[in-house]
């Protein structure tokens, strides 16, 4: 009975609805769809593009065409038809576009809404942002506050016109081109996304965040961004989406790569909001992602921190490359699957350089039939003298329909380091709610304040403007789920 | 305040409480006492709202409300507090938090305004010198890592914090050393004012040493079988519930 009681609650309080589901009615540039070499001919035609990017784009779909979706995750993903997705997708271009005034303002009535407005004295005081919506960059705000620094902030495809030679040397350099399924296709057909340099001893002094919006139907999103972070730096980087709610999957797969020299340090944070699909598991984003960043130089350190509350299905693992000696990798996520969602998400520490060091949490939070997998590899390499390794795997059930799996692989090849690996997994207790509940405390109110204590860990590592939303995200997206 | 009438309550289908009245007037304070398995821990659960607990027959009125048909958390924020036997952790939950949480559910029941960041702080600060519970346990989780005496301290600061009308202090004493015994019992002398009213359950007498009731009633066998003043404490205490037992008996042979 007790069991009974548990899951009407439960069934109850996972109908959260996702707010960012509204289309926006924008004149648009489409390709007819389909893949094709006259497809990604046309992708790098419409954008302009050198002849050594056209070369890159065709190596990649060349080499796209000898490979096999992989089978490895443990996800269920309905067969993708390529020809059936359109793979470029921009608003119409209005000429001299010189000031925000001159966006189309269906465009800005979109962002506003998002509650990312592009205009810089409305926007939250120390953020710069880069707007994209589909296959294309709107605006980046506060540009030439950072270019004084010697920032570069801008769109991918400005960086290809203005900085080939930082395009040139790092694209590519920690995610090649035959990496993966996904990152190949990204290699072809990628449209835009954000770059940032962040030159020698510049520690940047706002927080840098792209804001990913899908808003086109049948097309795929296929950004890119690159962030280098040069000898002594340091910057913070965000990176939200949201998409409409569409019967039909869409699918996104993006490439972020990040490299950090000597001393560097680069704080990468997420908080995914694709559309999840409805609570039957019908439409849905498919993110298909890969992230990887390269600790190039002594001393440097890249930090992940994801919080992952959309898309019907995820399948990501942000991972760090510990070249450099006393390099530093961290990985914080928070991963949440409910209704019909899937999730195979985790990281690769790969430890090269001596005395490296990384530090793995991870947080799953199933619901409804929801399906959460942790997998995640930690490799020490022969001469990674005293690596160090902690990795911490929780997962949180609500309910008895959802599932948590956990997948860690370890490969050490060297003697001195240390490795260690945590995983719990529990279930939000009835008598937890009822303590809440004896305190004035409604059932809904106290399974927000679990989850949230639950994520603490990670939600801390944040920038403090987004702590906030991400908390309020993951109550949002567990509304509905517990008792 | 509380009348409870004939209340018979199973869990699982096995019967528990097989009918219990009591009244319970402002100002109060009510011992019920009984050995182990008697039902004390039940009645407690059936008052809070506790789901597992299934009411067969009888009514339970507060303030003239149906309590039964009141769910938990407005249980609760019309003044019905529980002291745990066991406190629940809830890791990663600061106290801060919890109690600002609950404080403020509570003050939007009355149509109040939430507390003030530096308010609610001063608030905690003043109740925490009160029941002179150690500041520390509250930048911790809630009950995460406490000592059996910790959870109990902080269950009587929550009760500080939340001014009860009615308190339920279900085996507060249990586990307790005579240090944290007597901060217990000055936490709820020091919040005890004229309006409002405890039951306090307790398998020993030595807590009402420092806690005075006006009614002491024995449970057992899921039925109240005596109730009279202080002195019956003192008279269990000496003689044990063996006598309780066997005068039953001999009632039921009689």
């Known amino acids: 009975m007790m069991e009974k009681d548990n899951d009407k609650i439960l069934s109850e309080v996972t109908t959260g609805e996702y707010k960012y589901g509204f289309y926006s009615n924008i004149e648009m540039d489409r390709i007819p769809k389909g893949l094709s070499e006259e497809v990604v001919r046309l992708i790098s035609f419409k954008k302009n593009e050198p002849e050594w990017l056209l070369d890159f784009r065709l190596k990649s779909y060349r080499h796209w065409l000898t490979m096999k979706m992989p089978t490895w995750p443990n996800l269920r993903i309905p067969p993708i038809n390529y020809q059936d997705i359109i793979f470029y997708a921009a608003p119409k271009e209005r000429k001299n576009l010189k000031s925000v005034d001159d966006i189309d303002p269906e465009l800005r009535k979109t962002f506003d809404k998002l509650g990312i407005p592009l205009e810089e004295q409305k926007h939250l005081a120390g953020v710069a942002v880069d707007a994209v919506i589909d296959s294309v960059s709107i605006k980046t705000t506060f540009k030439e506050t950072l270019a004084e620094m010697g920032i570069i902030f801008c769109s991918f495809s400005d960086a290809v016109k203005e900085y080939p030679d930082l395009v040139k040397r790092y694209m590519g350099s920690v995610v090649p081109y035959t990496d993966n399924f996904f990152a190949t296709l990204n290699s072809a057909v990628f449209s835009d996304g954000s770059f940032c340099y962040i030159p020698k001893g510049v520690r940047c002094p706002m927080e840098l965040s792209t804001y990913f919006r899908i808003n086109s139907a049948n097309t795929g999103q296929f950004e890119r961004t690159l962030l280098i972070a040069d000898e002594e730096s340091y910057v913070s980087y965000l990176e939200g989406c949201t998409a409409p709610s569409r019967d039909e999957n869409q699918l996104h797969a993006a490439i972020v790569e990040i490299v950090a020299e000597k001393n560097a340090e680069v704080k990468y944070s997420t908080v995914q909001n694709w559309y999840p699909g409805d609570k039957e598991g019908k439409g849905g984003v498919f993110n298909f992602v890969t992230k990887r960043g390269m600790c190039k130089g002594e001393n440097s350190k890249i930090s992940w921190t994801q919080i992952e509350t959309g898309s019907a299905i995820t399948w990501k693992y942000p991972s760090c490359i510990l070249r450099g000696d006393n390099s530093t990798g961290e990985f914080y996520s928070v991963a949440v699957t409910n209704n019909h969602q899937q999730a195979d998400t985790g990281t690769k520490m790969t430890h090269i350089g001596k005395n490296t060091k990384s530090t793995v949490v991870s947080k799953g939070i199933s619901a409804g039939y929801g399906q959460n997998s942790y997998r995640g590899l930690v490799k020490v390499l022969k001469n990674a003298t005293n690596a160090r390794n902690y990795s911490q795997c929780d997962s949180l059930l609500l309910g008895d329909k959802c599932g948590a799996h956990t997948f860690p692989y370890l490969e050490v090849d060297n003697s001195t380091s240390i490795v260690e690996h945590e995983a719990t997994t529990s279930k939000i207790g009835e008598d937890q709610i009822f303590y809440c509940n004896q305190r004035g405390i409604s059932t809904e109110d106290a399974i927000g304040l679990i989850v949230n204590g639950y994520a603490r860990e990670v939600i801390n590592k944040l920038p403090m403007e987004f702590a906030v939303e991400a908390q309020k995200l993951l109550q949002i997206s567990l509304e509905g789920s517990v008792g | ?254």
């Open chain 2, 1 to 254: 305040m509380l009348i409870i009438n004939n209340l018979k309550a199973s869990i699982g289908g096995k019967s528990i409480l097989k009918g219990i009245s009591l009244e319970v007037k402002p100002g109060e304070i009510h011992a019920i006492m009984g050995p182990n398995g008697s039902g004390k821990s039940t009645l407690a659960a059936v008052l809070a709202g506790r789901e597992f607990v299934e009411v067969t027959e009888g009514t339970v009125t507060y303030f003239g409300k149906n309590l039964l048909e009141m769910a938990a958390e407005d249980r609760a924020k019309e003044g019905i507090f529980l002291g745990f036997q066991y406190p629940i952790e809830i890791p990663g939950v600061s106290m801060v938090n919890f109690m600002k949480t609950a404080v403020n559910e509570h003050r939007k029941h009355k149509g109040l305004d939430p507390l003030s960041a530096s308010d609610f702080l001063k608030l905690m600060r003043d109740k925490k010198e009160l029941v002179e519970i150690d500041s520390k346990l509250a930048n911790r989780s809630v009950n995460e890592g406490f000592s059996g005496g910790e959870k109990k301290k902080n269950e009587i600061f929550q009760m500080a914090m939340l001014d009860p009308k009615l308190a339920i202090l279900d085996e507060t004493d249990s586990g307790l050393d005579i240090d944290a015994l007597r901060i217990v019992a000055n936490g709820v002398n020091k919040l005890k004012h004229p309006d409002n009213s405890f039951i306090v359950i307790t398998h020993y007498q030595r807590l009402l040493d420092y806690i005075i009731p006006d009614v002491v009633h024995v449970l057992y066998d899921g039925r109240i079988v005596k109730t009279a003043g202080k002195e019956l404490a003192l008279e269990l205490e000496e003689k044990g519930y063996d006598w309780i037992k066997k005068e039953i008996e001999n009632n039921v042979e009689a």
